[in-house]
Protein backbone atom coordinates (compact mmCIF):
# COMPACT_ATOMS: atom_id res chain seq x y z
CA UNK A 1 0.00 0.00 0.00
CA UNK A 2 1.45 3.68 -1.07
CA UNK A 3 -0.06 6.73 0.29
CA UNK A 4 -0.30 9.82 -1.71
CA UNK A 5 1.99 12.82 -0.74
CA UNK A 6 -0.34 15.89 0.12
CA UNK A 7 -0.33 19.76 -0.53
CA UNK A 8 1.82 21.06 1.96
CA UNK A 9 0.95 24.64 0.94
CA UNK A 10 -2.70 23.53 1.94
CA UNK A 11 -2.11 21.75 4.95
CA UNK A 12 0.22 23.84 6.72
CA UNK A 13 -2.66 26.62 6.28
CA UNK A 14 -4.77 24.07 8.47
CA UNK A 15 -2.30 23.40 11.12
CA UNK A 16 -1.70 26.78 11.84
CA UNK A 17 -5.33 26.90 12.43
CA UNK A 18 -4.99 23.88 15.15
CA UNK A 19 -3.06 21.84 17.18
CA UNK A 20 -3.35 19.14 14.23
CA UNK A 21 -0.24 17.33 13.97
CA UNK A 22 2.10 17.00 10.40
CA UNK A 23 1.05 14.00 9.31
CA UNK A 24 -2.47 12.65 9.00
CA UNK A 25 -3.26 9.98 11.71
CA UNK A 26 -3.76 7.29 9.06
CA UNK A 27 -0.21 8.20 7.39
CA UNK A 28 1.33 8.60 10.86
CA UNK A 29 0.51 4.86 11.32
CA UNK A 30 1.63 3.54 8.31
CA UNK A 31 4.86 5.69 8.73
CA UNK A 32 5.35 3.70 12.38
CA UNK A 33 4.31 0.28 10.77
CA UNK A 34 7.01 0.78 8.31
CA UNK A 35 9.70 1.90 10.92
CA UNK A 36 8.69 -1.59 12.66
CA UNK A 37 9.73 -3.38 9.62
CA UNK A 38 12.62 -1.68 8.65
CA UNK A 39 13.79 -2.30 12.76
CA UNK A 40 12.76 -6.08 11.52
CA UNK A 41 15.22 -5.73 8.47
CA UNK A 42 18.18 -4.26 10.71
CA UNK A 43 17.87 -7.07 13.05
CA UNK A 44 18.38 -9.52 10.27
CA UNK A 45 21.05 -8.06 9.23
CA UNK A 46 22.77 -8.61 12.32
CA UNK A 47 21.53 -12.10 12.61
CA UNK A 48 22.87 -15.08 10.03
CA UNK A 49 19.50 -17.22 11.53
CA UNK A 50 16.87 -14.62 9.81
CA UNK A 51 16.18 -13.93 6.50
CA UNK A 52 14.54 -10.84 4.27
CA UNK A 53 13.26 -10.42 0.82
CA UNK A 54 13.42 -8.20 -2.12
CA UNK A 55 9.39 -7.19 -1.03
CA UNK A 56 10.95 -6.27 2.36
CA UNK A 57 13.23 -3.90 1.14
CA UNK A 58 10.79 -2.09 -1.06
CA UNK A 59 8.90 -0.86 2.17
CA UNK A 60 12.08 1.14 2.90
CA UNK A 61 11.50 2.85 -0.74
CA UNK A 62 7.79 3.38 0.84
CA UNK A 63 8.74 4.91 4.03
CA UNK A 64 11.57 7.40 2.11
CA UNK A 65 9.08 8.50 -0.57
CA UNK A 66 6.70 9.19 2.68
CA UNK A 67 9.08 11.26 4.37
CA UNK A 68 10.76 12.63 1.31
CA UNK A 69 9.38 16.27 1.37
CA UNK A 70 10.34 20.25 1.65
CA UNK A 71 9.76 20.65 4.82
CA UNK A 72 11.10 24.50 4.83
CA UNK A 73 10.90 26.47 7.74
CA UNK A 74 9.15 23.26 10.42
CA UNK A 75 10.99 22.25 13.03
CA UNK A 76 11.48 18.38 12.51
CA UNK A 77 12.63 17.44 15.62
CA UNK A 78 8.81 17.67 16.47
CA UNK A 79 7.70 16.08 13.50
CA UNK A 80 9.78 12.88 14.72
CA UNK A 81 8.98 13.46 17.88
CA UNK A 82 4.89 13.11 16.90
CA UNK A 83 5.44 10.15 14.73
CA UNK A 84 6.91 8.62 17.85
CA UNK A 85 9.98 6.34 15.89
CA UNK A 86 13.68 5.88 17.13
CA UNK A 87 15.22 8.85 17.04
CA UNK A 88 18.55 7.58 17.62
CA UNK A 89 20.71 5.31 15.45
CA UNK A 90 24.20 3.49 16.28
CA UNK A 91 27.03 5.12 14.25
CA UNK A 92 29.10 1.89 13.74
CA UNK A 93 32.12 3.60 12.31
CA UNK A 94 32.58 5.91 15.72
CA UNK A 95 31.01 3.42 17.58
CA UNK A 96 27.89 5.58 19.59
CA UNK A 97 24.90 6.61 19.35
CA UNK A 98 24.24 9.71 17.37
CA UNK A 99 20.74 11.73 17.42
CA UNK A 100 18.36 11.80 14.44
CA UNK A 101 16.97 15.58 14.06
CA UNK A 102 16.72 15.95 10.66
CA UNK A 103 13.76 13.85 8.39
CA UNK A 104 16.05 14.19 5.37
CA UNK A 105 19.08 12.38 8.02
CA UNK A 106 16.19 9.56 8.88
CA UNK A 107 15.98 8.89 5.19
CA UNK A 108 19.67 8.41 4.70
CA UNK A 109 19.42 5.98 7.93
CA UNK A 110 17.24 3.85 5.88
CA UNK A 111 18.73 3.82 2.81
CA UNK A 112 21.87 3.30 4.39
CA UNK A 113 20.24 -0.11 5.92
CA UNK A 114 18.96 -0.94 2.43
CA UNK A 115 22.27 -0.51 0.62
CA UNK A 116 23.87 -3.03 3.62
CA UNK A 117 21.05 -5.56 2.87
CA UNK A 118 21.73 -5.32 -0.97
CA UNK A 119 25.55 -6.31 -0.17
CA UNK A 120 24.05 -9.12 2.11
CA UNK A 121 21.76 -10.63 -0.82
CA UNK A 122 24.52 -10.19 -3.17
CA UNK A 123 27.15 -12.12 -0.95
CA UNK A 124 23.93 -14.68 -0.60
CA UNK A 125 23.93 -15.28 -4.07
CA UNK A 126 27.35 -15.40 -4.80
CA UNK A 127 27.90 -18.28 -2.48
CA UNK A 128 25.15 -19.79 -4.36
CA UNK A 129 26.71 -19.09 -7.31
CA UNK A 130 23.95 -17.00 -9.24
CA UNK A 131 26.44 -14.56 -10.32
CA UNK A 132 23.95 -12.42 -12.28
CA UNK A 133 21.57 -11.96 -9.70
CA UNK A 134 24.98 -11.56 -7.27
CA UNK A 135 25.88 -8.44 -9.95
CA UNK A 136 22.77 -6.80 -10.35
CA UNK A 137 21.89 -6.88 -6.05
CA UNK A 138 25.68 -5.52 -5.40
CA UNK A 139 25.03 -2.97 -8.44
CA UNK A 140 21.84 -1.48 -6.74
CA UNK A 141 24.10 -1.53 -3.56
CA UNK A 142 26.03 1.37 -5.01
CA UNK A 143 22.40 2.88 -6.25
CA UNK A 144 21.29 3.15 -2.67
CA UNK A 145 24.36 4.03 -1.35
CA UNK A 146 24.84 7.19 -3.91
CA UNK A 147 20.69 7.87 -2.90
CA UNK A 148 21.58 8.03 1.43
CA UNK A 149 24.69 10.14 0.23
CA UNK A 150 21.95 12.79 -1.35
CA UNK A 151 19.69 12.93 1.42
CA UNK A 152 22.63 12.96 3.87
CA UNK A 153 23.67 16.07 2.50
CA UNK A 154 20.48 17.98 2.08
CA UNK A 155 20.08 18.13 6.36
CA UNK A 156 18.91 21.55 7.51
CA UNK A 157 18.52 20.60 10.89
CA UNK A 158 21.34 17.82 12.00
CA UNK A 159 23.54 18.94 13.98
CA UNK A 160 25.74 16.16 14.71
CA UNK A 161 26.27 14.03 11.77
CA UNK A 162 28.56 11.45 12.91
CA UNK A 163 30.78 9.52 10.67
CA UNK A 164 28.88 6.45 8.88
CA UNK A 165 26.37 8.92 7.43
CA UNK A 166 28.57 11.34 6.17
CA UNK A 167 27.33 11.97 2.74
CA UNK A 168 31.79 12.00 1.49
CA UNK A 169 31.80 8.42 3.26
CA UNK A 170 28.68 7.05 1.80
CA UNK A 171 29.86 7.87 -2.15
CA UNK A 172 32.60 6.02 -1.08
CA UNK A 173 30.49 3.37 -0.37
CA UNK A 174 28.76 3.92 -3.17
CA UNK A 175 32.27 3.37 -5.47
CA UNK A 176 33.06 0.60 -3.79
CA UNK A 177 30.29 -1.29 -4.69
CA UNK A 178 30.19 -0.39 -7.69
CA UNK A 179 34.18 -1.77 -7.71
CA UNK A 180 32.66 -5.01 -6.50
CA UNK A 181 30.41 -5.47 -9.19
CA UNK A 182 32.53 -5.26 -11.63
CA UNK A 183 35.00 -7.39 -9.91
CA UNK A 184 32.13 -10.17 -9.82
CA UNK A 185 31.43 -9.90 -13.68
CA UNK A 186 34.77 -9.91 -14.47
CA UNK A 187 35.35 -13.27 -12.40
CA UNK A 188 32.09 -14.76 -13.88
CA UNK A 189 33.48 -13.86 -17.50
CA UNK A 190 37.13 -15.74 -16.01
CA UNK A 191 34.47 -18.55 -14.99
CA UNK A 192 32.79 -19.32 -17.76
CA UNK A 193 36.37 -19.17 -19.99
CA UNK A 194 35.94 -15.78 -21.91
CA UNK A 195 39.06 -15.27 -21.51
CA UNK A 196 39.62 -12.08 -23.70
CA UNK A 197 36.41 -10.45 -22.05
CA UNK A 198 37.13 -10.96 -18.51
CA UNK A 199 40.87 -9.27 -19.43
CA UNK A 200 39.20 -6.22 -20.43
CA UNK A 201 37.14 -6.47 -17.45
CA UNK A 202 39.94 -6.50 -15.33
CA UNK A 203 41.40 -3.95 -16.84
CA UNK A 204 38.33 -1.85 -16.05
CA UNK A 205 38.01 -3.01 -12.72
CA UNK A 206 42.15 -1.57 -12.01
CA UNK A 207 40.53 1.74 -13.73
CA UNK A 208 38.02 1.95 -11.30
CA UNK A 209 40.44 0.67 -8.30
CA UNK A 210 42.13 3.72 -9.49
CA UNK A 211 39.66 6.45 -9.49
CA UNK A 212 39.09 5.47 -6.00
CA UNK A 213 42.49 5.81 -5.21
CA UNK A 214 42.38 9.56 -5.86
CA UNK A 215 39.11 10.04 -4.51
CA UNK A 216 40.54 11.22 -1.16
CA UNK A 217 42.98 11.24 0.93
CA UNK A 218 43.02 7.69 2.60
CA UNK A 219 44.02 6.60 5.82
CA UNK A 220 47.50 4.46 5.19
CA UNK A 221 46.20 0.97 5.80
CA UNK A 222 43.22 1.49 2.92
CA UNK A 223 45.18 3.86 0.37
CA UNK A 224 48.18 0.81 0.42
CA UNK A 225 45.37 -1.62 -0.13
CA UNK A 226 43.90 -0.18 -3.10
CA UNK A 227 47.46 0.43 -4.88
CA UNK A 228 47.75 -3.07 -4.69
CA UNK A 229 44.91 -4.42 -5.59
CA UNK A 230 44.52 -1.97 -8.79
CA UNK A 231 48.46 -3.02 -9.55
CA UNK A 232 46.96 -6.64 -9.24
CA UNK A 233 43.82 -5.92 -11.30
CA UNK A 234 45.68 -4.85 -14.13
CA UNK A 235 48.48 -7.83 -14.40
CA UNK A 236 45.44 -10.36 -14.47
CA UNK A 237 44.35 -8.31 -17.09
CA UNK A 238 47.61 -8.60 -19.01
CA UNK A 239 47.89 -12.29 -18.29
CA UNK A 240 44.62 -12.98 -19.26
CA UNK A 241 44.97 -11.17 -22.36
CA UNK A 242 48.24 -13.29 -23.42
CA UNK A 243 46.37 -16.28 -22.60
CA UNK A 244 43.70 -15.71 -24.64
CA UNK A 245 45.93 -14.41 -27.32
CA UNK A 246 47.80 -17.97 -27.10
CA UNK A 247 44.76 -19.75 -26.98
CA UNK A 248 42.79 -17.95 -29.88
CA UNK A 249 42.23 -20.02 -32.78
CA UNK A 250 41.07 -17.18 -35.05
CA UNK A 251 43.81 -15.33 -35.47
CA UNK A 252 47.45 -16.11 -35.87
CA UNK A 253 49.75 -16.04 -32.47
CA UNK A 254 51.82 -12.79 -32.23
CA UNK A 255 54.71 -14.35 -29.86
CA UNK A 256 56.33 -11.37 -29.14
CA UNK A 257 53.20 -9.52 -28.17
CA UNK A 258 52.12 -12.40 -25.88
CA UNK A 259 55.50 -12.19 -24.08
CA UNK A 260 55.20 -8.63 -23.67
CA UNK A 261 52.15 -9.16 -22.25
CA UNK A 262 53.20 -11.90 -19.94
CA UNK A 263 56.04 -9.40 -18.91
CA UNK A 264 54.06 -6.82 -18.16
CA UNK A 265 51.99 -9.31 -16.15
CA UNK A 266 54.51 -9.91 -14.17
CA UNK A 267 55.79 -6.53 -13.89
CA UNK A 268 52.06 -5.34 -12.02
CA UNK A 269 52.03 -8.64 -10.30
CA UNK A 270 55.52 -7.70 -8.31
CA UNK A 271 54.15 -4.18 -7.71
CA UNK A 272 51.06 -5.57 -5.85
CA UNK A 273 53.42 -8.24 -3.71
CA UNK A 274 55.69 -5.66 -2.55
CA UNK A 275 53.17 -3.55 -1.78
CA UNK A 276 51.30 -6.49 0.84
CA UNK A 277 54.98 -7.57 1.98
CA UNK A 278 54.99 -3.77 2.69
CA UNK A 279 52.67 -3.67 4.79
CA UNK A 280 52.93 -6.60 6.84
CA UNK A 281 56.25 -5.08 7.45
CA UNK A 282 55.11 -1.14 8.36
CA UNK A 283 51.34 -1.78 9.69
CA UNK A 284 49.89 -2.26 12.43
CA UNK A 285 47.25 -4.89 11.27
CA UNK A 286 44.40 -7.17 12.88
CA UNK A 287 45.20 -10.65 12.65
CA UNK A 288 42.25 -10.74 10.08
CA UNK A 289 43.70 -7.82 7.78
CA UNK A 290 47.09 -9.97 8.34
CA UNK A 291 45.30 -13.31 7.11
CA UNK A 292 43.83 -11.01 4.11
CA UNK A 293 46.73 -9.92 2.51
CA UNK A 294 48.62 -13.77 3.28
CA UNK A 295 45.98 -15.38 1.08
CA UNK A 296 46.58 -11.96 -1.35
CA UNK A 297 50.11 -13.02 -1.75
CA UNK A 298 49.52 -16.71 -1.84
CA UNK A 299 47.24 -15.86 -5.11
CA UNK A 300 50.08 -14.00 -6.15
CA UNK A 301 52.58 -16.05 -6.27
CA UNK A 302 50.56 -18.54 -8.15
CA UNK A 303 50.12 -15.97 -10.77
CA UNK A 304 54.05 -15.33 -10.93
CA UNK A 305 54.63 -18.81 -11.20
CA UNK A 306 52.27 -19.12 -14.04
CA UNK A 307 53.93 -15.90 -16.22
CA UNK A 308 57.38 -16.89 -15.40
CA UNK A 309 59.75 -15.02 -17.94
CA UNK A 310 62.33 -12.51 -18.21
CA UNK A 311 61.66 -9.62 -16.26
CA UNK A 312 62.02 -5.79 -17.59
CA UNK A 313 62.70 -2.35 -16.03
CA UNK A 314 59.93 -0.22 -15.86
CA UNK A 315 61.31 2.30 -18.70
CA UNK A 316 60.75 -0.75 -21.21
CA UNK A 317 57.67 -1.69 -19.26
CA UNK A 318 55.71 1.56 -19.60
CA UNK A 319 56.26 0.56 -23.56
CA UNK A 320 53.75 -1.99 -23.52
CA UNK A 321 50.25 -1.12 -23.62
CA UNK A 322 47.49 -2.32 -21.45
CA UNK A 323 44.45 -4.05 -22.05
CA UNK A 324 41.75 -1.99 -22.87
CA UNK A 325 39.44 -1.22 -20.35
CA UNK A 326 35.47 -2.02 -20.05
CA UNK A 327 33.36 -1.01 -17.19
CA UNK A 328 29.95 -2.39 -17.69
CA UNK A 329 28.57 -1.28 -14.03
CA UNK A 330 26.39 1.76 -15.38
CA UNK A 331 27.54 4.76 -13.29
CA UNK A 332 25.86 5.21 -9.65
CA UNK A 333 23.30 7.34 -10.07
CA UNK A 334 20.51 8.05 -7.53
CA UNK A 335 17.04 6.68 -8.59
CA UNK A 336 15.70 9.61 -6.97
CA UNK A 337 16.86 12.46 -4.85
CA UNK A 338 15.67 15.06 -1.89
CA UNK A 339 12.55 17.62 -2.50
CA UNK A 340 14.83 20.03 -1.52
CA UNK A 341 16.80 19.47 -4.70
CA UNK A 342 20.24 19.87 -3.02
CA UNK A 343 22.87 18.30 -5.38
CA UNK A 344 26.21 16.80 -4.33
CA UNK A 345 29.38 15.52 -6.24
CA UNK A 346 32.28 16.44 -4.78
CA UNK A 347 33.77 13.32 -6.73
CA UNK A 348 33.52 14.72 -10.20
CA UNK A 349 33.53 11.31 -12.53
CA UNK A 350 36.33 11.81 -15.17
CA UNK A 351 38.92 9.57 -16.30
CA UNK A 352 42.03 9.40 -14.10
CA UNK A 353 44.45 8.01 -16.15
CA UNK A 354 44.25 10.65 -18.95
CA UNK A 355 47.27 9.92 -21.35
CA UNK A 356 47.63 6.10 -21.26
CA UNK A 357 43.84 6.00 -22.39
CA UNK A 358 43.06 9.71 -24.26
CA UNK A 359 43.95 7.75 -27.81
CA UNK A 360 41.60 4.66 -26.82
CA UNK A 361 38.75 6.62 -25.51
CA UNK A 362 38.37 8.98 -28.84
CA UNK A 363 38.94 6.30 -31.24
CA UNK A 364 38.38 2.70 -30.52
CA UNK A 365 35.63 2.77 -28.42
CA UNK A 366 33.38 4.12 -30.77
CA UNK A 367 34.46 2.25 -33.08
CA UNK A 368 34.63 -1.39 -31.64
CA UNK A 369 31.98 -0.38 -28.87
CA UNK A 370 29.33 2.00 -30.24
CA UNK A 371 26.84 1.36 -27.50
CA UNK A 372 28.92 2.69 -24.72
CA UNK A 373 28.68 6.30 -26.14
CA UNK A 374 25.30 6.00 -26.65
CA UNK A 375 24.50 4.23 -22.85
CA UNK A 376 26.27 7.18 -21.76
CA UNK A 377 24.06 9.10 -23.60
CA UNK A 378 20.69 7.42 -22.44
CA UNK A 379 22.33 7.20 -18.68
CA UNK A 380 22.09 11.77 -18.92
CA UNK A 381 19.03 11.86 -20.59
CA UNK A 382 17.70 9.50 -17.06
CA UNK A 383 19.33 11.82 -14.83
CA UNK A 384 17.73 15.30 -16.71
CA UNK A 385 14.33 13.67 -17.07
CA UNK A 386 14.27 12.67 -13.77
CA UNK A 387 14.94 16.26 -12.54
CA UNK A 388 12.27 17.52 -14.72
CA UNK A 389 9.58 15.55 -12.99
CA UNK A 390 11.11 16.11 -9.63
CA UNK A 391 10.88 19.94 -10.38
CA UNK A 392 7.03 19.72 -11.89
CA UNK A 393 6.07 17.76 -8.56
CA UNK A 394 7.59 21.01 -6.55
CA UNK A 395 5.94 23.28 -8.76
CA UNK A 396 2.29 21.11 -8.24
CA UNK A 397 2.66 21.45 -4.94
CA UNK A 398 3.84 25.41 -4.70
CA UNK A 399 7.25 24.28 -3.15
CA UNK A 400 9.27 26.37 -5.31
CA UNK A 401 9.49 29.89 -6.72
CA UNK A 402 7.59 30.23 -10.44
CA UNK A 403 10.82 32.14 -11.61
CA UNK A 404 13.18 29.66 -10.05
CA UNK A 405 10.92 27.26 -11.93
CA UNK A 406 10.96 28.52 -15.12
CA UNK A 407 14.52 28.90 -14.97
CA UNK A 408 15.27 25.50 -14.53
CA UNK A 409 12.91 24.19 -16.61
CA UNK A 410 14.13 25.82 -19.29
CA UNK A 411 17.67 24.46 -18.27
CA UNK A 412 17.13 21.17 -18.20
CA UNK A 413 15.04 21.21 -21.44
CA UNK A 414 18.09 22.21 -23.17
CA UNK A 415 20.00 19.67 -21.66
CA UNK A 416 17.73 17.11 -22.49
CA UNK A 417 17.26 18.66 -26.51
CA UNK A 418 21.20 18.40 -26.92
CA UNK A 419 21.41 14.71 -25.43
CA UNK A 420 18.66 13.80 -27.78
CA UNK A 421 20.24 15.50 -30.51
CA UNK A 422 23.63 13.54 -29.89
CA UNK A 423 20.98 10.33 -29.21
CA UNK A 424 19.68 10.55 -33.17
CA UNK A 425 23.37 11.44 -34.61
CA UNK A 426 24.99 8.31 -33.01
CA UNK A 427 22.23 6.57 -34.65
CA UNK A 428 22.86 7.69 -38.23
CA UNK A 429 26.77 6.82 -38.58
Not at 80 to 108: G, K, P, S
Not at 394 to 406: D, G, H, P
Amino acid sequence: MMFELFNLTKFNEKRNDSNMTFFAEELMQRIRYLHFKIKKIENALEKDDETFTLDDLNLILEYTKILNINYKNENQKEILEDLDITQTYNDVQANREVEIQDIMFECARVLWVKAKAYSQLSEKYEDEEEWENAIIAMTECSKIYKTAAYFSAAVVDQKEMGETLMSENLELNSEESRIFAQSLAALREENNNNIYFSSKLYAGLSLLSKRLFYLKKHEEKKKQQIRAQFHYDMGKACFLKARASLESSITSINKEKVKELQQKAQWYFIKSKDIWEDMLKTLSLSSEEKENIELNLSIVDENLKESDTEQLDYENIKKIQDPEPIIIIPENLAPFVPKNIIYLTKFVPKDLNVKRFKSYQRKKLEEKIPYSKKEKLIDKKAGVVRTINELKLLKENNEIEVEKFADLMEKYSTKLKMIDTAIEKLAKR
